[in-house]
């Protein structure tokens, strides 16, 4: 099973600045990788696939890099509706699909 | 609009049965593979189980192996979960989510999920 592991668990960012996000898999996953969002009380959305492309109707200012085992998720300008969680997931080698634990992102 | 709605969710003992289901609308749900993915409270997302387009390939985590059941029907834009010896650690709201796209002979091997339900809240408790 590959493990996913997110850094940092929470991250402080202010409004309009930029936001890095991590996510390291225990072995290659190539570029098969997704990110999603997730605010209180909703269901996960999808952010980026295949490790950089946005996801229909995802703002231009999420931005995903990275293959292998070492990804980034870029936030350029935080937005007030940007503050949730994000998960990354690997689709490379399943089952089992596996998600990182998640990196809280809150205002500073 | 790619819509999923799930439903069937609620308080149950342990060791009781539930079935979750998921209505499909908005694309053609026969074309793609389908899953379950659930979150305890508080904590991250899990992968439950897959159904391929057909029901050729289904697939479980270890930690709901032999006690879930993940079916489909295509004539009616349904999917479905039925879930047997509940436990308490099976507490958690589920989600169905679309997959890849299937054609008629395979199914995209690489595939995220794209479009996921509001989820149904199961509770294991007595």
């Known amino acids: 099973e590959i493990v996913m592991t997110q850094s940092p668990a929470t991250l402080s960012v202010s409004p309009g600045e930029r936001a890095t996000l991590s996510c390291r898999a225990s072995?290659?996953?190539?570029?098969?990788l997704a990110w999603y969002q997730q605010k209180p009380g909703q269901a996960p959305r999808l952010l980026i696939y295949?490790?950089?492309t946005r996801a229909t109707g995802i703002p231009a200012r999420f931005s995903g890099s990275g293959s292998g085992t070492e990804f980034t998720l870029t936030i350029s300008s935080l937005q007030s509706e940007d503050f949730a969680v994000y998960y990354c997931?690997?689709?490379?080698?399943?089952?089992?699909?596996?998600f990182g634990q998640g990196t809280k992102l809150e205002i500073k | 609009e790619v819509q999923l709605v799930e439903s069937g969710g609620g308080l149950v003992k342990p060791g009781g049965s539930l079935r979750l289901s998921c209505a499909a609308s908005?694309?053609?749900?026969?074309?793609?593979?389908m899953n379950w993915v659930r979150q305890a409270p508080g904590k991250g997302l899990e992968w439950v189980s897959s159904?391929?387009?057909?029901?050729?390939?289904?697939y479980y985590a270890d930690s709901v192996k032999g006690r879930f059941t993940i079916s489909r029907d295509n004539a009616k834009n349904s999917l479905y979960l039925q879930m047997n010896s509940l436990r308490a650690d099976d507490t958690a709201v589920y989600y169905c989510?679309?997959?890849?796209?299937?054609?008629?002979?395979?199914?995209?091997?690489?595939?995220?999920?794209?479009?996921w339900g509001q989820g149904t809240l199961v509770t294991v408790s007595s």
């Open positions: 989510a679309r997959g890849g796209y299937c054609s008629s002979t395979s199914c995209s091997p690489y595939y995220y999920f794209d479009y």
């Open positions: 908005g694309f053609t749900f026969s074309s793609y593979s």
């Open positions: 159904i391929s387009s057909g029901s050729s390939y289904i």
């Open positions: 072995q290659s996953v190539s570029s098969n």
């Open positions: 295949g490790a950089s």
């Open positions: 997931q690997q689709y490379d080698n399943w089952p089992p699909y596996t």
